[in-house]
C-alpha cells in the first residue's frame, strides 16, 4: 500500500512534473486572492455584496463570449505563446487591483481577467494535449489535477493567513502577491519545450486551417454539451448538499468543513488512481457511467438524509458527499480522454473555446434548478437530478460517436494516426528541463493555469 502511494506521488515522466508545477503556481497565487477576495472588494475597493455579485456575472458572461475567438487565438500563435502571454496579462491585472477605487473600474478588470483567462484555459488545453505522448495524457493530467488542488488548498491557507491580520495593508498587498506568483510561473511556461502547433512560421500563422471548425461539428459539440451537464456534480458538492445539510436534516453546520475536507484530501491523493485504466474512448465511456453510477448513489443516499437523526444522517451525508466526489474524478479521467480523441488535432484551440461555450451551457442552469428540486420536491427533486444525469449518460454515447466519425470524414487519417503517435517534445523536455519542484515529493482542480 505505502508503495503504491510513494509510486502515485511521482509524475509519469519529467515533463509532466513540469506542467503540474504550472498548476500548483496557478492555483496557489489564484487560490490566496479568491480567498480574501470578497473582503478585498468590499472593503478595499469599497464596493457593495451586490456589485461585486454583478461584476462577476458580466466578467462570467464576457468569458463565455470570448472563448471561441480566444481559441482561435491559440490555434495561430501556439499555445505555448499564448498560454505564457495570459499569465503575464493576469499578472498585470492583478497588480492594477489595489488601484481600482470604483464600479465600472471593477468591471473593466474583472472582464478583462476573464477574457484574458479564457485565452489560457485554451492555450493551456491545448498545449497538454499537444506536448504529452498519447499513452501518457491522462495519467499526466490526473497528477496535474492533484497539483493544481494541492495548489488551491495551500492558496486558501496563505489567504487565511492574509485576513487573520485583520489589516488592510496586509489586503491591500494581497494581489500583488498572487501577480508575483503568476509573473513565476509565466517565466517557468515560456521555459517548457515548444509544442508542434508553437513551431508554425509567420507564413503559416497566416493561413487558414483547413477543414471544418468545431462548430461544425455535431458530435463534439453534443459531446462538450453532456459534458457540462456531468460537472453539474460540483453544483452538489458546492450548493445542493450544503444547502440540503442546513434546511432538511439535524446534522450540525460544522460537518460541513469535514465534508470540503475530504473532498480536498480525495482530490489531492485519488486522481491518479481514479484515472487508472482510461486510456481510450471506450475506457473512458465505462469511466462516465461509473461516475453516474457514483453521483446517482450519492443522491439516493442524501435524500435519505431527511429521515434520519443524529450520527446516521452524520454518516450518510459524508458518505453522500464521498460518492459525489468519486463521480468528479472518474468524470475528469474521461473528460481528458475525450479531448485528446474527439478534437481535430489542428485546431485544438478552437475546439478548446468551443468546449468551454458548450460547456457552460451544459451547466449554467444547474445551481437554481438543482436548488429547487432537492429542497422544494424533496425525495422527488432528488430522483430528477438523478434521472438527469442518466439520460446524459446514455446521449453521452451515440454523441461521442457521431464527434469520432466526423473527424475520420473530415480528418486526414495520418493526420489523426499522427496525434495518436507518440510525441517526440517529451524527450525533448526530459533533456531541456530544469526537475520539476515537485518531480520528488508527495503531491501537493482543472481550471487555468
Keep these: 500500500m505505502i508503495a503504491a502511494l510513494l509510486r502515485a506521488a511521482r509524475p509519469p515522466s519529467p515533463l509532466a512534473g513540469r506542467l503540474s508545477r504550472q498548476s500548483l503556481l496557478f492555483a496557489l497565487g489564484d487560490g490566496t486572492f479568491m480567498t480574501g477576495s470578497a473582503v478585498f472588494f468590499t472593503q478595499i475597493v469599497g464596493l457593495t455584496a451586490a456589485e461585486v455579485g454583478l461584476g462577476l456575472t458580466i466578467a462570467g458572461v464576457a468569458a463565455f463570449l470570448a472563448a471561441l475567438p480566444m481559441g482561435r487565438l491559440v490555434d495561430r500563435f501556439g499555445p505555448r505563446r499564448m498560454w505564457a502571454v495570459s499569465a503575464v496579462g493576469q499578472a498585470a491585472m492583478f497588480a492594477v487591483w489595489p488601484f481600482v477605487e470604483s464600479f465600472p473600474g471593477y468591471i473593466g478588470l474583472a472582464v478583462g481577467m476573464e477574457v484574458i483567462g479564457a485565452l489560457g484555459g485554451a492555450a493551456h488545453g491545448a498545449y497538454t494535449i499537444d506536448v504529452l505522448p498519447p499513452e501518457e495524457r491522462v495519467r499526466s493530467r490526473a497528477y496535474m489535477y492533484s497539483a493544481l488542488n494541492a495548489g488551491f488548498t495551500m492558496g486558501a491557507l496563505l489567504g487565511g493567513i492574509a485576513l487573520a491580520f485583520d489589516s488592510n495593508d496586509v489586503l491591500h498587498a494581497l494581489p500583488w502577491f498572487t501577480a508575483a506568483v503568476f509573473l513565476v510561473n509565466a517565466a517557468a511556461i515560456s521555459r517548457l519545450p515548444n509544442a508542434s502547433h508553437d513551431s508554425k512560421t509567420p507564413e503559416e500563422r497566416k493561413q487558414k486551417v483547413p477543414g471544418p471548425g468545431p462548430m461544425r461539428n455535431p458530435g463534439w459539440l453534443l459531446t462538450t454539451f453532456l459534458g457540462g451537464v456531468f460537472w453539474t456534480n460540483q453544483v452538489l458538492l458546492h450548493l445542493v448538499i450544503p444547502l440540503w445539510l442546513v434546511q432538511q436534516t439535524d446534522a450540525p453546520r460544522e460537518l460541513l468543513a469535514f465534508l470540503f475536507g475530504t473532498n480536498t484530501v480525495m482530490c489531492i491523493f485519488l486522481p491518479m488512481v481514479a484515472a487508472r485504466g482510461v486510456e481510450d474512448l471506450p475506457t473512458a465511456l465505462k469511466a462516465i457511467r461509473l461516475s453516474s453510477a457514483f453521483f446517482t448513489i450519492s443522491c439516493l443516499i442524501t435524500m435519505a438524509t431527511h429521515e434520519t437523526v443524529g450520527w446516521v444522517t452524520i454518516a450518510l451525508v459524508w458518505l453522500g458527499h464521498v460518492t459525489v466526489t468519486v463521480a468528479e474524478l472518474k468524470l475528469s479521467a474521461a473528460s481528458w480522454t475525450f479531448e485528446a480523441e474527439l478534437m481535430d488535432p489542428r485546431q485544438r484551440g478552437s475546439y478548446q473555446g468551443v ?40 446521449a453521452i454515447h451515440p454523441a461521442t460517436a457521431l464527434a469520432r466519425r466526423f473527424l475520420e470524414q473530415h480528418v486526414p487519417a495520418d493526420v489523426l494516426a499522427d496525434a495518436r503517435a507518440s510525441a517526440p517534445v517529451a524527450e525533448e523536455a526530459i533533456e531541456v528541463g530544469p526537475p520539476s519542484l515537485i518531480d520528488t515529493e508527495v503531491p501537493v482542480m482543472d481550471a487555468r493555469p
Excluded: D, K, M, Q
Excluded at 438543482?370 to 434521472?387: D, K, N, Q, R
Design 355 to 394: 468546449a468551454e461555450f458548450t460547456g457552460t451551457l451544459g451547466r449554467v442552469w444547474a445551481p437554481a434548478l438543482y436548488t429547487f428540486l432537492a429542497i422544494t420536491w424533496s425525495t422527488w427533486g432528488w430522483l430528477v437530478i438523478a434521472g438527469i444525469i442518466l439520460v446524459a449518460t446514455v
